[in-house]
Structures are given as C-alpha cells and as structure tokens.
C-alpha cells in the first residue's frame, strides 16, 4: 500500500529559527511530490516536485526532492509568527493516481 | 484565481439524517475530489470525479456515496449520518490529472449528534 510519513508530527519553534520539515513516500508509481499550508481553512499549494524539477524556491520556503531516498524536505528560514500552520505533503502517482496525503505537521512559531 | 466553493462553513446534523454537502468550482476543472480530515489521520479521499457523472471510490467510501450532474458541482451525500463521521470535509479540484495541482474549498466542519 502506498503511504506518505512526515515528520515530526508537530514542532514549536521561536521567531527567527529555520525549520526543516520532513517526507518520506513509498510508493509504487512516483508521478509528483506536493507541499501544501493550511491556516484555519483551506489547504495552499505551495510546490510541486517532479523528476524534472526537484528544487523549487519561493522566498523564505525552498523544497527538495530526493528520489534516490523517496523523500523530500520543505526548508522554512527566518521563519515568523505567520506560517504557524498544518504542512501536509501529497504525493502523486500509485494505485489509481490519485494524491495520497501525509497526516500533517503542525508547526507553531512562538514570538 | 480559481475558487472552489462549499456551501456550508458549518453544518450540525442529527444521527439518521441524510446529509448533502455541495461543492461548486469555477474554473472548468475535470478532477473533483471529497476528503475528509480528522486530528491525527491527516487527509483521507473519500470519492473523486474525473468527469460529469463518473465517480471513483477513494480510500474510506463506505457510508458516503456522490453525484456529479454538472461539471461544476460534486455533490458529497450522507446517507444516515452517523457520529463517527463527524469531521472537516474539503472538497478539491485538478485541471489535469490525478497527482496534480490540487485547488480546496474552505471546508465543512460537519458535526453528527
């Protein structure tokens, strides 16, 4: 069975910090790696890896994605009180080609 | 900017009834998806659409069944609610094909008494 695990689970961090924040996949037909933000309501997509693009940078986020290891890392630096969040991480491709969601990892940035 | 709309923020219902949670996007998508999200279980699929009136279950389909009349609307039903299927449900959709870009409604907090 297809499966995504982030890690940790949660992470409480202080204004300024740089978070890493974790991916693994086992999946039997890799297609896409995506990382998403949910606040109070709705999931933002954030970035979509592929194995023709397996870095991707937007301001203070930057993602990786290792194929080689079925993983992928979302980088937060100078992080702020705003990305106090669910970071989900889906992948796509497998059984059906549908996403498969990880369960999330909360981060709170403290001030 | 693409908007997927569900109609209700909040919803309230008692065990046995039949519950309709409707799901509007503007922006000609094919894909429609229903998932639901519970503290420590992440996003799980329940149904998605790749086109007016097909489904295909997801992961945890039973107790849930959908309709797609209209492009625009994926329909999530509740045939006799029960209390464990209290839950935030959001409702997505993907121009291309599965394990792309995912565009989400705000989501229903559905509470079952």
């Known amino acids: 069975e297809d499966k995504v695990v982030q890690s940790p689970l949660s992470l409480v961090v202080h204004e300024g910090d740089t978070v890493t924040l974790n991916c693994s996949y086992e999946v039997t037909n890799f297609r896409s790696l995506l990382w998403y933000k949910q606040e109070k309501k709705a999931p933002t997509f954030l970035f979509m890896l592929?194995?023709?693009?397996i870095e991707k940078k937007s301001g203070r986020l930057s993602s990786i994605l290792d194929k080689k290891e079925l993983s992928s890392i979302l980088n937060i630096t100078a992080t702020q009180t705003g990305d106090s969040a669910i970071y989900l991480c889906a992948y796509g491709g497998g059984a059906n080609s549908k996403l498969t969601f990880g369960k999330g990892i909360t981060l709170s940035v403290r001030p | 900017d693409v908007k997927v709309t569900q109609s209700s923020r909040y919803l309230v219902k008692r065990t046995g009834e039949k519950v309709f949670l409707e799901c509007v996007q503007d922006?000609?998508?094919?894909?429609m998806f229903w998932y639901r999200q519970d503290p420590g279980l992440g996003l799980r699929l329940i149904y998605f659409s790749y086109d007016v009136k097909m489904k295909e279950k997801g992961d945890i389909p039973e107790g849930y069944s959908v309709s797609r009349e209209k492009k625009e609307r994926f329909s999530l039903i509740l045939e006799s609610a029960s209390t464990n299927q209290t839950s935030m449900y959001l409702c997505?959709?993907?121009?291309?094909?599965?394990?792309?870009?995912?565009?989400f409604g705000s989501g229903t907090q559905l509470s079952v008494l």
């Open positions: 592929t194995s023709s693009g």
């Open positions: 997505a959709s993907s121009l291309e094909g599965v394990g792309e870009k995912l565009f």
């Open positions: 922006m000609d998508h094919e894909n």
